[in-house]
């Protein structure tokens, strides 16, 4: 069983920038797609950047071009560069080890303020 964690998630004003990492632990993620995700309180956790086992990324249309998803198999981490944040993406960030044996790590918080 795949153990994920996340950091890097805090209190930012309008226009800042945060980097998230989400470390694995228990077992490789070398072979697997990975996903951020964020939810809002009373919302549907929706998808926000996915990156495959050799690199190919997919954005969610709101963050295209602001965000970069991206991971280090040898330190079995994944990472969400989040710049020109906008109130809109407060949430509550998690990571995902896609497929039928899927693992969440617990979420951390990203508040960003007018």
């Known amino acids: 069983q795949v153990q994920l964690v996340e950091s890097g998630g805090g209190e930012v004003q309008a226009g800042g920038s945060l980097k998230l990492s989400c470390a694995a632990s228990g077992s490789t993620i070398r072979y697997n797609t990975m996903g951020w995700y964020r939810q809002v309180p009373g919302k549907q956790r929706e998808l926000v950047a996915t990156i495959g086992s050799v690199g190919v990324t997919n954005y969610a249309d709101s963050v295209k071009g602001r965000f970069t998803i991206s991971r280090d198999n040898a330190k079995n981490t994944l990472y969400l560069q989040m710049n020109s944040l906008k109130p809109e993406d407060t949430a509550v960030y998690y990571c995902?080890?896609?497929?039928?044996?899927?693992?969440w790590g617990q979420g951390t918080q990203v508040t960003v303020s007018s």
């Open positions: 995902k080890k896609l497929g039928p044996y899927e693992a």
